[in-house]
């Protein structure tokens, strides 16, 4: 079975810093997608980036980028100059490809509460 | 709507009561997701729905809960004879199309279901 681990219950970085958030995966598969999700305390959950696991090149969107080492099953993201918006609990989920024995469900890690400081 | 609603955003339970949580997806949508997810731990899979058919009911646990999609659009998620355990956010997810590179999960604002 397919496990994401998060081994960073919490971080904090100072505003302008950049940090970088830990994923850890296991799987046997070769074609997946790998996300960060972000859930501010009001609780709406937010796609941060996506990276598919067939593309060698690291998914970026703006202050987002990620560190996708395939053969390590690892996943980090990093975001450049922080601001107070991003302060949330960061999510790292794993999606198989939808197919006959799989529905594209999400495996989630346990998550890290990310605290920017002014 | 232009996002993923549910309601009751929050809903407080005696033990042994049943509730009804309710979720709408972006209109057109085909997948349906629901997840359970406690305090301060990541959402966990229940069940998946493509259109009105429920593929995939394997999260679900215990006979308690039960889920239906009748007509492919609006879905709801039902708890019988509630217990504490059941007490989570019960996060509601939806994707265009089930397969294909682009397809992305978005989420409701969730559930929060006290059960005393």
């Known amino acids: 079975a397919q496990t994401v681990t998060q081994s960073q219950p919490e971080m904090s970085v100072q505003e302008a810093e950049t940090v970088t958030l830990s994923c850890t995966y296991d799987?046997?598969?070769?074609?997946?997608?790998l996300f960060w999700y972000k859930q501010p305390p009001s609780r709406q959950m937010i796609l941060v980036i996506r990276?598919?696991?067939?593309?060698?090149q690291n998914a970026t969107e703006n202050r987002f980028s990620v560190n996708f080492q395939k053969a390590a099953k690892s996943f980090s993201l990093k975001i450049s100059d922080s601001q107070l918006g991003d302060a949330a609990m960061y999510f790292c989920?794993?999606?198989?490809?939808?197919?006959?024995?799989?529905?594209?469900?999400?495996?989630f890690g346990q998550g890290t509460t990310l605290q920017v400081k002014p | 709507g232009a996002g993923v609603s549910q309601s009751p955003r929050y809903k407080v339970a005696k033990r042994g009561q049943d509730v009804a949580l309710r979720c709408d997806p972006i209109?057109?949508?085909?997948?349906l997701f629901w997840y359970q997810q406690a305090l301060g731990q990541g959402p966990e899979f229940l069940t998946y729905?493509?259109?009105?058919?429920?593929?995939?009911k394997s999260g679900l646990p215990s006979d308690r809960f039960f889920a239906e999609r009748p007509e492919g659009s609006v879905s709801t998620l039902k708890i019988q004879r509630t217990q504490q355990e059941d007490s989570a956010v019960y996060l509601c997810?939806?994707?265009?199309?089930?397969?294909?590179?682009?397809?992305?999960?978005?989420f409701g604002p969730g559930t929060r279901l006290l059960v005393l």
């Open positions: 729905f493509q259109n009105e058919a429920q593929l995939d």
């Open positions: 989920a794993y999606r198989t490809p939808y197919g006959s024995s799989n529905t594209g469900k999400l495996i």
């Open positions: 799987t046997s598969e070769s074609d997946y997608y």
């Open positions: 209109s057109g949508h085909v997948s």
């Open positions: 990276q598919e696991a067939y593309k060698q």
């Open positions: 997810a939806s994707s265009s199309q089930p397969q294909g590179s682009q397809e992305t999960q978005y």
